[in-house]
T-cell receptor, first 115, second 115 residues
């Protein structure tokens, strides 16, 4: 069965600093990988996705993520954090088409931004 | 265009009562997913529909949970004889189809509180 681990429950970062959120996955085949963001009181918004090809993927809001098969990781990064990036971030792996593409989420990482 | 909508946004009920949660997917989306977000379990898959059929109900926690979708559009998640552990945010998502990979768009959720 597929699974996703986000080792960091909370991260505090200063505005203007860089941010990296860790994600490790377990999946038997080539994974479909996603990062979602959930701002307070908001629904989940897709930041970026990886299906195949270039292992460094660019997303919205200045985020990027790197797929490393050897480490079963898909870490999310942002070079310069803004106060509006304070939110909860979820990494997810998608089941294949035969399983309806359902998503398995990690436990989430809550990001706090200090002024 | 309109996104995924869910109603009600908040629901408070007494233990033992039945509740119905509604999801209106994006027009033209044939795939519809229900997820639950709770403090203890994080974000977990419940059920998905392709059209009106539900090929995978594996995530439903118990037989008190059921879901239906009519006309390939609106879906209703019903919880019978609610228990306090059912308290959570229930999220609905829709996508164009389950063939290939299509982004899942999430609604704002219904927050269910069982007293």
């Amino acid at each position: 069965a597929q699974s996703v681990t986000q080792p960091d429950i909370h991260i505090t970062v200063s505005e203007g600093a860089s941010l990296e959120l860790r994600c490790n996955y377990s999946y038997g085949a080539t994974p479909y990988l996603f990062w979602y963001v959930q701002s307070p009181g908001q629904g989940l918004q897709l930041l970026l996705k990886y299906f195949s090809g270039d292992t460094l993927v660019q997303g919205i809001k200045g985020f990027e993520a790197e797929f490393k098969r050897s480490q079963s990781s898909f870490n999310l990064r942002k070079p310069t954090v803004h106060w509006s990036d304070a939110a909860e971030y979820f990494c997810a792996v998608g089941a294949d088409e035969a399983a309806g593409n359902k998503l398995t989420f990690g436990g989430g990482t809550r990001v706090l931004v200090k002024p | 265009g309109a996104g995924v909508s869910q109603s009600p946004s908040n629901k408070v009920t007494e233990k033992g009562k039945d509740v119905e949660l509604r999801c209106d997917p994006i027009s033209g989306h044939t795939a519809l997913y229900w997820y639950r977000q709770s403090l203890g379990q994080g974000l977990e898959f419940l059920i998905y529909f392709q059209g009106n059929s539900a090929p995978d109900k594996s995530g439903l926690p118990s037989d008190r949970f059921s879901a239906e979708r009519t006309g390939g559009s609106v879906s209703t998640l019903t919880i019978q004889r609610t228990q306090q552990e059912d308290s959570a945010v229930y999220l609905c998502a829709s996508s164009l189809s389950t063939g290939g990979w299509n982004e899942q768009f999430f609604g704002p959720g219904t927050r269910l509180t069982v007293l």
